[in-house]
């Protein structure tokens, strides 16, 4: 089974990966590779203050995907909220073909997408929730017991 590596803070072992995608207001195509290459940056930024971790962002001319890691004291709206009214300010105080495209002080479409991302599919989980009943010695449930071979700190089994 593959590893994942969890993070851990006072009172919580956790992973939560989200994918993110922005969309431009109207689909305008404004993002070109200079905003984009900015708001990568802004993105990068903006998820290092709420204490986030960004895995990948990428995008093209309407539209930025962003994969990343949040703890669990974040609540990804206020995060996504924070994150749009900041690379929509400052893109577009930066780049006058943005300011330009909109009548308004506007870049992103008011609506977004965000779904839960990595770790074990939905059947693998829903497997391993019904089969909570059937054993209850912790050994029988697949955690690693202290001291047993291949008990590792910050490492969690999934299915694949």
Not at 82 to 106: G, W
Request: aromatic share 6%.
């Amino acid at each position: 089974m593959p590893k994942q590596e969890l993070s851990s803070s006072n009172n919580a072992v956790y992973r939560i990966a989200l994918h993110l995608v922005l969309v431009t207001k109207y689909r305008r195509k404004v993002l070109t590779p200079k905003v984009l290459a900015r708001c990568i940056q802004l993105v990068e930024t903006t998820c290092g203050r709420w204490g986030s971790t960004v895995l990948e962002c990428n995008g093209e001319a309407d539209h930025v995907h962003v994969l990343m890691e949040i703890p669990p004291r974040v609540r990804p709206s206020d995060l996504v909220n924070n994150m749009k009214t900041v690379t929509s300010r400052l893109l577009r105080k930066e780049f006058e073909a943005v300011r330009r495209a909109y009548r308004k002080p506007v870049l992103w479409s008011p609506s977004y997408c965000i779904v839960s991302a990595g770790g074990a599919s939905l059947d693998v989980l829903k497997t391993y929730v019904q089969n909570q009943q059937a054993s209850t010695k912790k050994e029988d449930r697949g955690y690693p017991q202290p001291g047993a071979a291949g008990a590792k700190a910050g490492a969690c089994a999934t299915g694949s």
